[in-house]
């Protein structure tokens, strides 16, 4: 096991009846990175991730969590985990409620406390601290929830849909701690349906779909593999000609979306434009989105989900 791996999982499998929601599932996740566990609804992602708390033992296969072989309880102070569906018990107290998460997590009083206050006075949630759980609003709630959920300073964060209900200002106030986390050595599972949000937070990610590993790598390997040498190209003045074996995807007076045809470089559509002595603004490759690739991807595979769940 190398030192920079912080989470294992080998040939992870799980069962219900005759229904194999996990299938031989392997990645490693590297100490203070940043990772996205991607699929459609039903793929097989919330049997992974309870596999990976403890909540749920695997048929077969293994998790080795900090060079060590993951054992349920016992490692549960290493994890923080924030479910899609959350757990608040509403008739507390929001400072009481994180109390008393905090000391489950086996904070004592003081520590919990010490704690409690740094991130509620960090969050900006200190005038809620006497009001009941039930008064605050979907953001504000899935705020205490991440207070909940990394309080322990966790070693392995895991976040399913942490944005889900927040408005844009406390959408960014989170994505800054989750950067912020990563940087001090926290490693992180994100898993969402917002491929937005992946490429511009994850640094790697795997992909699931029918309880199956898809593809896993970078985010930017992932898009290099997966490129269709599609370039953009923008010009000071109008075209006079267009070069030939090229597929034009878009035109405009001054702007060119082209894909190659087989045996051309892009060197030579550089060439073409500067012997028409035509200055040349911008010229970059379009690389698809992960929303592209994983729509691609996932319509391949038989018995595939709609699109829509993501």
């Known amino acids: 096991m190398e030192n920079n791996i912080l989470l294992s999982v080998r040939n992870l499998s799980k069962s219900y009846a005759a229904h194999k929601a996990v299938n031989d599932i ?3 996740i590297e100490n203070g990175s940043i990772f996205g566990l991607l699929g459609p609804n039903g793929a097989g992602k919330s049997t992974l991730l309870r596999m990976i708390t403890g909540i749920f033992y695997q048929d077969s296969g293994e998790i080795i969590l900090d060079g060590k072989p993951f054992q349920g309880l016992k490692n549960t102070e290493l994890i ?41 006075d960090r969050l900006e949630m ?36 942490p944005f889900s209900g927040l408005d844009p200002v406390n959408a960014n106030v989170i994505k800054e701690e989750i950067f912020r986390l990563s940087k001090e050595g926290t490693t992180i599972i994100f898993s969402t349906h917002r491929m937005e949000q992946v490429e511009e937070i994850c640094d790697k990610i795997v992909l699931i779909n029918l309880g199956q590993k898809l593809l896993d790598g970078s985010v930017q390997q992932v898009k290099q593999d997966y490129k269709e040498h599609i370039f953009n190209l923008e010009l000071a003045h109008p075209m006079a000609s267009l070069p030939d074996r090229i597929k034009v995807l878009d035109q405009k007076e001054h702007f060119l979306r082209f894909q190659l045809e087989e045996g051309r470089s892009a060197n030579d559509i ?5 012997q028409q002595q035509n200055n040349i603004i911008s010229f970059q490759e379009h690389l698809p989105s992960l929303n ?5 991807i996932v319509g391949a595979t038989p018995n595939a989900r709609p699109f829509d769940t993501f």
């Open 80 to 120: 923080g985990y924030m479910p899609e569906e959350r757990g608040l018990y509403k008739k507390m107290k929001v400072g009481e409620h994180i109390l008393y998460l905090a000391q489950l997590k086996g904070l004592n009083k003081t520590e919990a406390l010490e704690r409690a206050k740094y991130w509620v």
């Open 270 to 274: 550089l060439l073409h434009f500067i």
């Open 292 to 296: 592209d690739i994983f729509i691609k």
């Open 126 to 161: 200190n005038s809620w601290w006497n009001k009941k759980v039930e008064d605050l609003s979907k953001g504000m709630s899935q705020k205490l929830q991440f207070v909940a959920t990394v309080i322990h300073n966790p070693k392995l964060l895991i976040l399913d849909e």
């Open 26 to 28: 392997s990645f490693d």
